[in-house]
């Protein structure tokens, strides 16, 4: 059964670092390419595309508010996909999935399979 779990999720202040982890179980991460979204307070109906890592690997996309400050990356070995979040923002703060899906998009409905959540809280 394919399963996918965050973690690293917590409070941090602003200008802070956190690395969400997603596991994957029931399949080999160069089946999916994998995505990570973010939900925040109050569009609890919007899941925002922040990143997502090709099936090889070799191709990532990020949304254009996080470059140069999130990156994505993955162990293949270990069967997990890291976001390394720097310089965080309070507008940063939201509950964040992980999603496996055939290609890199920021469309939610082309991920047919997600994991819980973890949530991330940006404040002093």
């Known amino acids: 059964q394919l399963q996918l779990r965050e973690s690293g999720g917590g409070l941090v202040q602003p200008g802070g670092s956190l690395r969400l982890s997603c596991a994957a179980s029931?399949?080999?991460?160069?089946?999916?390419?994998i995505g990570w979204f973010r939900r925040a307070p109050g569009k609890e109906r919007e899941r925002e595309g922040v990143?997502?890592?090709?099936?090889?690997?070799?191709?990532?996309i990020y949304q254009d508010s996080v470059k140069g400050r999130f990156t994505i990356t993955k162990d293949n070995a270990k069967g997990t996909v890291y976001l390394q979040m720097n310089s965080l923002k309070p507008e940063d703060t939201a509950v964040y999935y992980c999603?496996?899906?055939?290609?890199?998009?920021?469309?939610?409905?082309?991920?047919?399979?997600w994991g819980q959540g973890t949530q991330v809280t940006v404040s002093s």
């Open positions: 999603a496996a899906g055939w290609d890199c998009t920021f469309r939610a409905s082309d991920y047919p399979h």
């Open positions: 029931g399949f080999t991460l160069d089946r999916y390419a």
């Open positions: 990143s997502c890592i090709s099936r090889s690997g070799g191709s990532t």
